[in-house]
């Protein structure tokens, strides 16, 4: 560890780019990051837990904002509680996601001429591992550039070889348990990925479509048919019935009757189901069981066929038990263009009778955004609603807190609703499904290792399932498989549960109410007691960054330009629970400038304290008897004990003994509150004022010197640890740098500042404060110049103002120095003059005469106050005519109302500055 600089040695500008990747590596030789078991107090050790699991991203994906925002509030909490005393642990590592890597790779093969049949299935997942090799992991290693301090040496892959044991494992056990099941239902199919999706990865999108309705003749009579409307119409070709309602009477008497299918030219038949509206569109239903949810469950009912008239690319085909359906002209042919093709056959035969417009929802693939198409499929399935009901009771009963709570109610909505889950996926990369068949007897079994013969018949060809597991199937595992699940690990005794999960909105379902299930199924615990949902980066458009509207923000050229701490201190800060961070993609000096700002604002008030402090030896803060201390010094300590406690309720509780209580489901976890009291405190309390204050005294030899130079050295020390979770480089850079630093120690493992009750006294410097503002602001109001000295007189009516008004005298060199007044006790010479109460009972009056040009300043007072007093009557007249208020919008009327009153203030405030200059 280099040794910091003497005062005047250190640096007059701040350079993130030399001081970030050499404190990194400090940190990461010196094991700061690591977590060690045998400390855990259920391990037997002196310290709690606390720990937070990464969400995993894709193995081959590069670092985009987005994972900025999610790894700052996780490196954030851990700092914190690292600092707090707990022995901390932050697992990192990366998702082997499986849709989203082989869609990669098979591009990089289509540049070459190639598919994956073509290289066989074997040579396709060896490509695949080694394309993984080369570039995964890449984005754990830009982590490191904004200060992620996880602990790398426990980095986790869900395609590791411990990891698949536990897929494995859970596989075997559900399997077991009856709660795995392979069913023959429709599910939704993604034509461009050629896999099933579940529920929650066919997302919906709200799309301007249109409604076709068409003509179905009644067989035996063509006076007669039943209109249908469809989104759909290429599917027509699959339909198998036309279901009304039992009680309707319009169509009572054709129940069981046949209609003519157009196009297909078959005959099906009219059924009776109360799953018909009678009340929407015709009350008639085209019943299409293998390319609808809704359509199948009546064709089971029904003991109807179900044809399957498109391949799995979404083409026109005959498929399973659809021979003859689809004619020789669509065979082939793309789905929408099959659309085109089959409207216009129905307009030509005379059977459409009408197209409307319509709106509805369509989903699309998570992955590739394809439309994706109902399907009916064999699939393997997991029963979800015996591991729901526990999870949703664990948030119920509050041993699992959602933030924003507005969450729950979304989750318990999902759960309480919850369908099976669709597990695989007909894909090459993944865990393959661990079932074996065998061909001779039948038999089918899941096992935990790979079978070589069967334990019924003893044959040796068993065959396992080509498909793999959905890539969500290895990562519910992921607080507890990361930490060894199956085996007894120290680690898993020492750190499950874990406290936070940090991650977004979206995937609340996809992946966090499957750990909860996970944990509860496996464990019997939850795993974690805290869901923490944070909001999205968006532009100023509100639109969500993302690569296909170029609208991103690459973090790494944000931490280049301005520093890691400039890109934390910007996304905590515009971070309030829940709210989304608006950025400038087209701007970053806009955005991230600030954040850079205050790094370097940070880093000089550091250096000017430091070089005002010196480096002679330090007297230790708690030596200093209070009666030493003086009303600055003990504003400054108070002030300090509110930046920590506000801090502390800001970030916190950081867990609970058994369930939530109501008070606290909600708190903590406001992380721009704490960002903007440990600016606050550094930057508007300590720099702005007690480094003003104490200045002459650090002139003066003595005692006095050596207890202002303590409580400098402490207080800066205490609130470069409240800013170390938020801009851990610079603060790092200064505390090396206090008197007090100890060669070997490091602000990463410094304690975290506790909060001591407020010192008596202090309140009298805030009196001294409200002076030098008021003199400053009333300077600012007549355009005196910066420069220029003034008489500030002190009028006190009685004793007890008079007692504070001495106070003010005191300080009268302070005064004088901060506001550029001489303060006196004597009376205002008459004439021109600014007047202000200080509170309470104080006045402070500004002779005028011979500081300002009164002749000029009452000339332009008295120009904008007939200027303003025009538009106020103008406003009230708006305001008063009952046909503006009745009929503009209430906002706009509220809005106008708030500026009445504005404007009002502002020229009564400008009439009380005539009176003072004499002008009215």
């Not at 090459?428 to 068949?437: C, F, N, S």
Request: glycine share 6%; net charge negative.
């Amino acid at each position: 560890m280099t040794p910091p600089e003497t005062p005047d040695e250190i640096p007059p500008h701040y350079d993130a780019a030399a001081t970030e990747r050499t404190l990194y590596d400090e940190w990461e030789r010196a094991g700061v990051f690591h977590a060690d078991a045998a400390r855990s107090k259920r391990s037997g050790g002196d310290r709690d837990p606390f720990v937070i699991v990464i969400p995993p991203p894709n193995v081959t994906a590069a670092l985009h904002v987005g994972h900025g925002l999610n790894s700052t509030v996780q490196d954030v909490l851990v700092r914190w509680r690292r600092m707090a005393g707990d022995e901390v642990l932050w697992v990192p590592g990366t998702d082997h996601a499986g849709i989203a890597t082989q869609n990669v790779v098979e591009k990089l093969l289509a540049t070459e001429g190639k598919t994956r049949q073509d290289l066989g299935r074997d040579a396709f997942v060896e490509r695949v591992k080694s394309f993984v090799t080369e570039t995964g992991g890449q984005i754990l290693r830009q982590l490191r550039a904004i200060g992620a301090s996880a602990d790398w040496t426990r980095t986790a892959y869900t395609l590791s070889p411990e990891l698949s044991r536990a897929v494995r494992e859970i596989f075997v056990r559900l399997y077991d348990d009856k709660l795995i099941y392979r069913g023959h239902r429709v599910i939704h199919w993604c034509p461009r990925c050629l896999t099933s999706l579940s529920d929650e990865e066919a997302e919906h999108s709200e799309t301007n479509g249109s409604l076709w309705h068409i003509a179905y003749p009644v067989v035996g009579d063509p006076s007669r048919q039943i209109v249908v409307a469809t989104t759909r119409p290429e599917t027509m070709l699959g339909d198998v019935a036309v279901a009304v309602h039992p009680d309707d009477d319009r169509y009572r008497d054709l129940i069981g009757k046949q209609l003519l299918l157009p196009i297909a030219n078959i005959e099906i038949p009219v059924i009776a189901d109360s799953y018909v509206d009678r009340a929407f569109g015709t009350g008639a239903v085209k019943i299409t069981p293998a390319h609808d949810p809704n359509d199948f469950e009546v064709g089971k009912r029904h003991a109807l066929p179900m044809p399957v008239i498109m391949a799995p690319d979404a083409t026109m085909a005959d498929g399973a038990d659809a021979a003859g359906r689809v004619p020789t002209t669509l065979r082939g042919i793309e789905r929408f263009a099959a659309r085109r093709m089959v409207v216009a056959q129905l307009e030509a035969e005379g059977r459409l009778v009408k197209v409307e417009p319509h709106q509805h929802a369509v989903r699309h693939c998570y992955r590739c955004d394809t439309i994706v198409e109902p399907r009916l499929s064999d699939q393997w399935f997991v029963k979800m609603a015996p591991l729901a009901a526990p999870a949703l009771e664990a948030v119920k009963d509050g041993r699992i807190r959602i933030l924003p709570e507005r969450h729950e109610a979304v989750y318990i909505n999902w759960l309480t609703g919850i369908r099976d889950w669709n597990i695989s996926r007909q894909l090459w990369w993944g865990h393959r499904i661990p079932v074996w068949r065998c061909p001779d007897c039948s038999h089918e079994k899941a096992y935990r290792d790979d079978p070589t013969s069967c334990e019924q018949c003893g044959g040796t060809a068993l065959q396992q399932d080509e498909d793999v597991l959905d890539t969500w199937f290895s990562s519910w595992l992921w607080p507890f498989s990361t930490l060894g699940w199956p085996d007894d690990t120290a680690d898993q005794r020492a750190f499950y549960p874990t406290d936070v999960l940090v991650t977004a909105p979206e995937i609340l379902f996809f992946w966090v109410a499957r750990m909860i299930m996970a944990g509860l199924y496996v464990k019997k615990e939850v795993p974690f007691h805290t869901v923490y949902l944070h909001g999205t980066v968006r532009d100023m458009q509100h639109r969500k960054m993302s690569k296909s509207l170029g609208n991103g923000i690459d973090p790494l050229q944000v931490v280049d330009e301005f520093g890691a701490d400039a890109l934390r201190f910007t996304l905590m800060q515009g971070m309030g629970l829940g709210v989304d961070v608006m950025l400038d993609p087209a701007d970053l000096e806009k955005s991230f400038a600030p954040g850079r700002n205050f790094a370097t604002k940070l880093w000089n008030i550091g250096r000017f304290l430091l070089m005002q402090v010196g480096t002679e030896p330090v007297r230790a803060f708690e030596s200093i008897p209070a009666i030493a201390l003086t009303n600055a010094d003990r504003w400054i300590l108070t002030r300090l004990s509110t930046a920590i406690a506000e801090c502390d309720a800001a970030l916190g509780p950081a867990r609970t003994v058994g369930p939530w209580p109501e008070a606290l489901r909600g708190a903590g976890l406001r992380l721009d509150a704490h960002a903007e009291t440990a600016r606050r405190f550094v930057w508007n309390e300590l720099a702005d004022w007690y480094v003003e204050a104490a200045k002459s005294r650090l002139q003066s030899p003595g005692d006095d010197r050596e207890v202002v130079r303590a409580i400098l050295v402490h207080v800066f020390d205490q609130g470069l640890r409240l800013l170390h979770p938020i801009m851990p480089f610079v603060t790092e850079s200064l505390w090396r740098r206090l008197p007090t630093f100890q060669t070997g120690t490091f602000l990463a493992r410094a304690t975290w500042p506790k909060s001591a009750p407020p010192l008596s006294g202090g309140e009298r410097f805030d009196l001294v404060r409200e002076a030098i503002g008021t003199v400053r602001q009333l300077r600012a109001d007549y355009s005196i110049p910066p420069g220029q000295k003034i008489a500030a007189h002190v009028v006190s009516p009685d004793a007890t103002s008079k007692e504070r008004a001495d106070l003010l005298f005191l300080e009268a060199a302070l005064i004088g120095r901060m506001a550029r007044c001489e303060l006196l006790s004597t009376p205002a010479p008459g004439g021109a003059a600014a007047h202000a109460l200080l509170s309470p009972g104080l006045e402070l009056v500004l002779p005028l005469a011979g500081v300002v040009d009164l002749q000029k300043e009452i000339t332009r007072l008295k120009t904008e106050h007939g200027a303003l007093s025009k538009q106020l009557d103008a406003l009230r007249g708006r305001l008063s005519n009952e046909k503006f208020t009745g009929k503009a919008p209430p906002e706009l009327v509220d809005a106008e109302r708030t500026k009445e009153r504005e404007w009002t203030a502002r020229r009564d405030q400008m009439q009380s500055k005539l009176k003072d200059l004499g002008g009215a």
